[in-house]
């Protein structure tokens, strides 16, 4: 196995220039390939262990190459590696397809999978059996010649598209920008919003304040901006990106990947895209996901619409003679929601200091898991924002490197995300710790004040450090099962459940602390933001199933698409608007999650995986929150075991019984019941 010579086998970012990676990446498909032809070539019979498990371990230069340059892609690209990546993801479809339709290898590992009851394989011996065969076949291993080469084709297209379609989406958030040198146009911004703004504009050597379609920039002037007519122009930019017929419109981009994907779902053998998904999933079927959704929409639609009534009331009665569109949603709601609750960003903001948020959030690591967080300025990284800690287990051993890059820059897509710079596995004994690496998108400091985080920054910080935990407390033996290796909609339990915490009055009283006088938030103010947890949620509800319902739309064709892109969508989300259409806009060109980040047929997971973590934090609640006991069960049946055994089973294992959507409605104040909040 040949790894990086640096202490820990550590990415050496500082000696890495974007020039080396197709290089690297041909030597290493070539050495992949020999060790592919190695285990087919084998003239002994064929085990588990010589071809199965010899699989598994195949390419491991290959895959710490893929992830290295893939996460640099997403955190730190540039016209340089996005052109590699065009270079390198047709050769990688080819590689990965070269081997799931190469007959002989199949053949051997047909003879295994008939031969698994007589193998005495542990339960993850048998898992990677399972998932081994299965992943030959649904990739076309059982494909007659001339489908098999159509089959190729289809995959090596559908990967040209998703870049495709991603770096249209980049091109176009970065293209646009609301310049803005009258200092009237700023009415109603907070002081905060107003500084990054300037700083933004002084960084492109502009005078006055300049406002992006990057999410801190785009939410926070759609939610404070009182000038009317500019938040509707940034929302129409947000909201059409790749939707103007020139370059980067990603309709036809969008067109070419659901028929391809339809066509490869019925070359394989399933009435639709999502069929060929759902098989691998919690959910199993579109009618089960589709019946999901419908549950939760019956249970939310009737709040959103009664929330939607109360903003417009509140709106006509602060002076507005129109009926709200988009535009003026987020901007009523939060003056709605600060005349109920009084509480808005600018007054929280100062107590939530990215420095003590981060304290706080690896405190919590160490009270639940017992874990201890060191920095290590010796790591190299890819950027000089990017901090790197090692993380320590509670009998003092090496558990995890983990990479903090906090805050947005041209080259780093949207969002907040974790990725792997090493996979967790064992070999010969040995166990090979994971490198993990979060990414995100926060407030930048400015002159005069550190990043202060609203609310939801300090949970979407909760929640990408779940997803961490999930790979550094990961305790499996092969890389392809461990740490995030899941089933989509089981992948977000970790995280969602750590959002739980932002909830209790107990932790977020020892984080929230002022970044100045270093006085604990008010009382009233940590209540009123716990009472107003759970405002607009019935809209909040619908948005997301708005998504989920695309997204099915979308992958359970059964037919090529005939329609336009816009009016397909609007259909498909017909039954969550309480909205007019806005013309010139479109949801799906700008959709990554379905279209180029994994999430097809798989969207509706997040609110599954709500489902899961409202149910799974219950035994916190009844435990305690801070509870070892509680904590050592999640961790032992869940968080350490990756994808080793049948999610449902290991949930199960947790929870003692199956999870019901009553936790997740009362939680949310959608359904009456034990532990609803007034
Ligand atoms: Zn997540």
Redesign the pocket.
């Known amino acids: 196995m040949i790894d990086f010579k640096s202490p820990m086998q550590v990415v050496p970012f500082d000696q890495i220039r974007p020039a080396d990676y197709k290089p690297a990446f041909d030597s290493a498909l070539a050495e992949a390939r020999v060790d592919i032809d190695r285990i087919i070539r084998l003239k002994t019979k064929p085990s588990f262990k010589n071809t199965v498990e010899a699989l598994e371990r195949s390419g491991y230069r290959l895959k710490r190459i893929e992830q290295i340059f893939f996460n640099i892609n997403s955190a730190e690209t540039s016209k340089e590696i996005q052109q590699i990546a065009q270079q390198v993801s047709p050769l990688l479809t080819e590689y990965y397809n070269d081997i799931t339709l190469n007959e002989d290898l199949f053949r051997k590992i047909k003879q295994v999978y008939n031969d698994r009851q007589h193998l005495k394989l542990d339960t993850e011996q048998q898992k990677l059996l399972d998932d081994t065969y299965k992943s030959f076949v649904r990739n076309g291993a059982n494909l007659n010649a001339e489908a098999k080469t159509e089959y190729r084709k289809v995959t090596i297209e559908l990967s040209r598209l998703s870049l495709k379609f991603d770096e249209n989406l980049l091109d176009e958030t970065n293209a646009y920008q609301l310049h803005l040198t009258r200092e009237d146009d700023l009415a109603g911004l907070p002081d905060f919003v107003k500084e990054a703004a300037a700083l933004e504009a002084r960084s492109k050597n502009l005078s006055g304040w300049l406002f992006t379609l990057k999410a801190p920039s785009y939410q926070a002037f759609m939610k404070y901006a009182d000038n009317r007519k500019l938040r509707e122009e940034i929302f129409r930019a947000y909201n059409s990106r790749c939707f103007h017929n020139n370059k980067q419109d990603n309709q036809e981009v969008i067109r070419q990947i659901v028929n391809l994907r339809l066509r490869m779902a019925n070359l394989l053998g399933y009435k639709t895209y999502s069929d060929y998904v759902l098989e691998e999933r919690m959910a199993r079927t579109p009618e089960k996901v589709n019946s999901f959704l419908k549950e939760l929409l019956d249970a939310s639609l009737p709040v959103a619409r009664k929330e939607y009534d109360e903003v417009q009331a509140f709106a006509r009665k602060s002076g507005a003679s129109f009926a709200l569109q988009r535009w003026d949603w987020p901007y009523y709601s939060e003056k709605l929601k600060n005349e109920k609750f009084s509480v808005t960003d600018e007054m929280t903001k100062p107590y939530f200091r990215l420095e003590k948020v981060q304290e706080g959030i690896l405190g919590l690591a160490n009270k639940l898991y017992g874990l201890t967080f060191k920095p290590d300025t010796g790591v190299p990284v890819y950027n000089p924002d990017v901090k790197v800690y090692r993380i320590i287990d509670e009998k003092g051993s090496f558990l995890a490197l983990l990479y903090l890059d906090y805050f947005p820059r041209d080259g780093k897509q949207g969002g907040a995300w974790m990725t792997n710079y090493r996979d967790q596995f064992k070999q010969k004994g040995k166990d090979f710790r994971p490198h993990v690496s979060l990414v995100f998108n926060f407030t930048k400091p400015t002159d005069t004040k550190p990043s202060l985080l609203t609310y939801d920054e300090v949970r979407t910080f909760l929640?990408?450090f779940g997803?961490s935990l999930h790979s550094m407390l990961s305790n499996c033996t092969y890389m392809s099962l461990s740490g995030t290796n899941v089933y989509r909609d089981f992948?977000?339990l970790p995280?969602q459940i750590m959002e739980n915490w932002a909830e209790q009055k107990e932790w977020l009283d020892q984080i929230a602390l002022h970044y100045q006088t270093g006085e604990k938030m008010p009382v009233e103010l940590l209540d009123n933001i716990l009472k107003s947890r759970n405002f607009n949620c019935g809209y909040a509800f619908i948005r997301q199933l708005s998504f989920g319902l695309d997204d099915m739309a979308w992958h359970t064709l059964t037919n090529s698409l005939k329609v336009p892109v816009s009016d397909f969508e609007m259909t498909a989300m017909a039954s969550t608007e309480i909205f007019p259409k806005v013309d010139g806009t479109c949801l799906s060109t700008g959709f990554s999650h379905v279209f180029s980040g994994g999430y097809a047929a798989g969207y509706y997971g997040y609110k599954w995986a709500e489902v899961l973590d409202a149910d799974a934090f219950s035994v916190f609640r009844k435990n305690g929150i801070f509870d070892k006991a509680t904590a050592r069960s999640f961790r032992d049946n869940i968080l350490s075991r990756g994808g080793t055994e049948d999610p449902t089973v290991l949930y199960r294992k947790f929870r003692g019984q199956e999870p019901t959507v009553d936790a997740l409605l009362i939680r949310d104040g959608l359904k009456k019941g034990q532990g609803t909040r007034d």
């Open positions: 929640h990408e997803h992948v977000e995280s």
